[in-house]
């Protein structure tokens, strides 16, 4: 195993760049689910209509840690944060334009703004929340594959998220929804994210398994993050 290999000393790939546009993708949009909430089913349980697409961030976390290594997902995490406040706030300023002319604009703005109006609440939330939840996922991901020398992914995977998605729901939900929901409400819903978000990547493991194994034939690494720095604020690329 190269030197390279071990510490994740690789330039920024194609696949790479679309793994981390998607990433971003995924965590902006999901910002903008998070005021759907919706019923499961006919049980006394809620769901934030974001649990469709922010799953999909951690699994991309998984697959950029486990072949790129702790350093390159973080790059894509900070990425990530500086988009979502860059639409957080341009929600906000196109909120603030003075109302249209005709009433059946106006209804429209107003519509718009009462749904936007929130986002700059939910993510301002899912900001230190998410940033915390990721760093976490991929330092756990990260330490175990050294650890366990390369074998176990589904474990690596399955415990990261569930430690990640745990860290980041007890910081996002009480932000985003005190004083907006009971407050049993609000911890019925953490354990209900975490439960549904750890049972998604179970059942998308086998998919996620495959195309990590594809990554790393294609692009020619293992990345294993040997005497690195976890600090989140300074992990420099080689």
Do not use: H
Request: proline share 5%; hydrophobic share 50%; aromatic share 14%.
């Amino acid at each position: 195993m190269s030197d390279s290999q071990k510490n994740g000393q690789q330039g920024l790939s194609l696949v790479y760049v679309w793994l981390a546009v998607t990433f971003c993708v995924c965590l902006i949009t999901s910002n903008l689910f998070v005021p759907r909430l919706w019923q499961v089913g006919k049980l006394p349980l809620q769901l934030s209509g974001a649990v469709i697409i922010f799953p999909i961030s951690y699994i991309i976390n998984d697959l950029l840690t486990e072949v790129y290594g702790y350093r390159k997902a973080m790059l894509v995490i900070w990425m990530g944060f500086v988009l979502s406040a860059f639409v957080a706030v341009a929600a906000q300023l196109v909120a603030w334009l003075p109302a249209p002319i005709y009433p059946e604009n106006q209804e429209v703005a107003a519509s718009f703004n009462r749904l936007f109006g929130l986002v700059p609440r939910t993510t301002a939330a899912s900001l230190f929340s998410f940033v915390l939840g990721s760093q976490v996922n991929a330092r756990v991901m990260s330490r175990m594959k050294v650890l366990q020398g390369g074998r176990g992914f589904g474990w690596r995977a399955i415990v990261s998220t569930l430690f990640g998605e745990l860290c980041d729901s007890l910081v996002f939900y009480p932000l985003a929804f005190l004083g907006v929901m009971p407050l049993g409400a609000i911890f019925s819903i953490i354990l209900t994210q975490v439960t549904v978000k750890t049972l998604y990547e179970v059942v998308m493991l086998p998919v996620t398994t495959r195309i990590a194994r594809l990554l790393k034939k294609s692009e020619g690494i293992d990345t294993y993050d040997y005497n690195i720095s976890y600090n989140p604020f300074f992990s420099k690329l080689d």
